[in-house]
Every structure is written in C-alpha cells, then in structure tokens.
T-cell receptor, first 113, second 116 residues
Framework: SQKIEQNSEALNIQEGKTATLTCNYTNYSPAYLQWYRQDPGRGPVFLLLIRENEKEKRKERLKVTFDTTLKQSLFHITASQPADSATYLCALPSSGGSYIPTFGRGTSLIVHP | GAGVSQTPSNKVTEKGKYVELRCDPISGHTALYWYRQSLGQGPEFLIYFQGTGAADDSGLPNDRFFAVRPEGSVSTLKIQRTERGDSAVYLC??????????????FGPGTRLLVL
C-alpha cells in the first residue's frame, strides 16, 4: 500500500505570499495525484488532479507539480489570502490499478492578514 | 441537485451500543465510499460500493462494521457493539462512475461519532 507524508506542522504565512505545501510518497509511483481542501467541520473538497505525465498543473492561483523521480508533489497558492486558511490533503491511488484514494494526513495552512 | 448529505451530523452513544449512519449521495452517482477520519489524520478508506454491491470492503476494521446500499443510492454504515476507539468523523463520498478512471470524490459533511 501507499505511504504518504505531509508536514504535520501548520504552515503560517503572511497574506500576499506564496504558500508551498509538500506531499511525499514512498512506494510505487501513482498514475495521478489529487489535492483536496478541508475546512473545519466539513468534508474535503477537490481542487486539482495531476497525472504522472504532467509536470505541472495550474488553476487560478493554484499550481501543482509532480516529480515522479523525487516521489513528490508540491502545491502552491500564490497571492495567498486569509480565506485560503484550511487543511490541504493530497491523495493517491491506494495501489496500482486502484482508483480508491489513500489520503495524507494533511497540512494546515494559516494565512495571516 | 444537492451535494452529498449525511445524517445525523453528530451522534453520541454509549460503549456497546449499535449505531447507524446514513449517506445520501449525489443523485445518479454510481459509486459510494465510506471513510473514517480521526483528529489530525486524513480520511481512511473503509468500503466502496459500485451500485448496490460492495466492490471493496478491505478497509473495514473488523466484523463490527457493516455497510449496505440496497437500492444503489442511499447507504447506511452500521457499527455494532461500539467502542470508544470508534469515535471519529465518518465521511461519505460519491463519484459518477467509480473504477476505470480517476474521479473527483464529492464528500459529505460527515457524521461526528462520539462513543462514551
């Protein structure tokens, strides 16, 4: 099964700066990787999916990279806002050929005004 | 039209009791997933339904946990003889197809279960 590592410590940044969150995995290289946002007391909400043959994916102020050599994905939020404060989860297929996601523990982002 | 809904939003029960948690997926979504999320952790997979059948129940921790989806829409997660360690948020998600391609998981708000 896949093991996913996300920094358990909260990331505190100032409004307007770029937030960068890391997702590392240790076993097989997945065909794709997803990022979700979770607010307190709510279920995760899908943000972006990046496939193994894509180095980078963008959506508005969000950018995701996927480095299969490093077994790492980086999630960037540019021009961060206090409303971006949430927990961000990465998810990968639980095993080769599976579409059931395994989630990381998530990293809490706090954007200070 | 609406998203995934789950009831109850909160459930407090006593050790040893039986509980049922309900999930209403997005209309027309074939696949339904149950997860359990403990504080500070990501969602942990429990079971996945494709239509009415449980396609993968490998995440159910033991035989006290059972889930059904008799008509291929609403699903109920059943926990017998609850233990304090069962306390967590139980999340439900649905996807249009399930299997065959990566899909966006649409999550409900979860049911917060507290076993005293």
């Amino acid at each position: 099964s896949q093991k996913i590592e996300q920094n358990s410590e909260a990331l505190n940044i100032q409004e307007g700066k770029t937030a960068t969150l890391t997702c590392n995995y240790t076993n097989y290289s997945p065909a794709y990787l997803q990022w979700y946002r979770q607010d307190p007391g709510r279920g995760p909400v899908f943000l972006l999916l990046i496939r193994e043959n894509e180095k980078e994916k963008r959506k508005e102020r969000l950018k995701v990279t996927f480095d299969t050599t490093l077994k790492q994905s980086l999630f960037h939020i540019t021009a961060s806002q206090p409303a971006d404060s949430a927990t961000y989860l990465c998810a990968l297929p639980s095993s080769g050929g599976s579409y059931i996601p395994t989630f990381g523990r998530g990293t809490s982002l706090i954007v200070h005004p | 039209g609406a998203g995934v809904s789950q009831t109850p939003s909160n459930k407090v029960t006593e050790k040893g009791k039986y509980v049922e948690l309900r999930c209403d997926p997005i209309s027309g979504h074939t696949a339904l997933y149950w997860y359990r999320q403990s504080l500070g952790q990501g969602p942990e997979f429990l079971i996945y339904f494709q239509g009415t059948g449980a396609a993968d129940d490998s995440g159910l921790p033991n035989d006290r946990f059972f889930a059904v989806r008799p008509e291929g829409s609403v699903s109920t997660l059943k926990i017998q003889r609850t233990e304090r360690g069962d306390s967590a948020v139980y999340l439900c998600a649905s996807t249009p197809q399930g299997g065959g391609a990566p899909e966006t998981q649409y999550f409900g708000p979860g049911t917060r279960l507290l076993v005293l």
